[in-house]
């Protein structure tokens, strides 16, 4: 696609449930981020993709979060047993590698736990 | 580690009036700068980042930055500002070999008619 999707846009869980949140990077681009923006908060890093690299998963909160990118593309974060604090929109980029590369971000997935 | 500030958490100009949005960093080398906008209910999208060179850069919808070393900012400008540029602005700074981004808290802009 032209540009990063994610999916769901919208989701509402039950804490203790465990979700899954997609992102679909641009073609091409080797190196995928996901990052949350928490309400009143600045955009806070969690795990970052580069090829075949081992991730950089230095941000994640907890070991509730991972992520994981198959074949180089299509990422999934999921959030086990979540919690009200999880809370936020969820969002992903990506970019070409090397750095200082345009970081291109999704429009998100605003996740609600209830 | 490096870190970004942005001083100010809510800003409101009339329409026509110029801007100015500060941003500080902190880090050992020199960095590479972003200004992204966020609209309500959207993504980001990037107004203009700063690798190296002239230290004053163009972006798009009029706006511009200027890298400053001696006081590590890259405060962002326009002179005249739209009613639909009432939006949050996020300052990042990216730095090594690595491309991920520290964000600033955002400066949020409002625009009255």
């Known amino acids: 696609g032209a540009g990063v999707s994610q999916s769901p846009s919208n989701k509402v869980t039950e804490k203790g449930k465990d979700v899954e949140l997609r992102c679909d990077p641009i073609?091409?681009?080797?190196?995928l981020y996901w990052y949350r923006q928490s309400l009143g908060q600045g955009l806070e890093f969690l795990i970052y993709?580069?090829?075949?690299?081992?991730?950089?998963k230095s941000g994640l909160p907890s070991d509730r979060f991972s992520a994981e990118r198959t074949g180089g593309s299509v990422s999934t974060l999921t959030i086990q047993r979540t919690q009200q604090e999880d809370s936020a929109v969820y969002l992903c980029?990506?970019?070409?590698?090397?750095?200082?590369?345009?970081?291109?971000f999704g429009e998100g997935s605003w996740l609600t736990v209830v | 580690a490096q870190s970004v500030t942005q001083p100010d958490i809510h800003i409101t100009v009339s329409e026509g009036a110029s801007l100015e949005l500060r941003c500080n960093y902190s880090?050992?080398?020199?960095?590479?700068l972003f200004w992204y906008v966020q609209s309500p209910g959207q993504g980001l999208q990037l107004l203009l980042k700063?690798?190296?060179?002239?230290?004053l850069v163009q972006g798009i919808k009029g706006f511009e930055a200027e890298f400053k070393r001696s006081q590590s900012s890259f405060n962002l400008r326009k002179p005249s500002v739209h009613w639909s540029d009432a939006a949050e602005y996020f300052c990042?700074?990216?730095?090594?070999?690595?491309?991920?981004?520290?964000f600033g808290t955002g400066t949020r802009l409002q625009v009255t008619l």
């Open positions: 980029a990506s970019s070409q590698a090397g750095a200082g590369n345009t970081i291109y």
């Open positions: 073609s091409g681009h080797t190196a």
């Open positions: 993709f580069q090829g075949n690299s081992a991730p950089d």
């Open positions: 880090y050992g080398a020199t960095p590479y």
């Open positions: 700063y690798f190296s060179g002239d230290t």
């Open positions: 990042a700074v990216g730095t090594g070999t690595a491309s991920k981004l520290t």
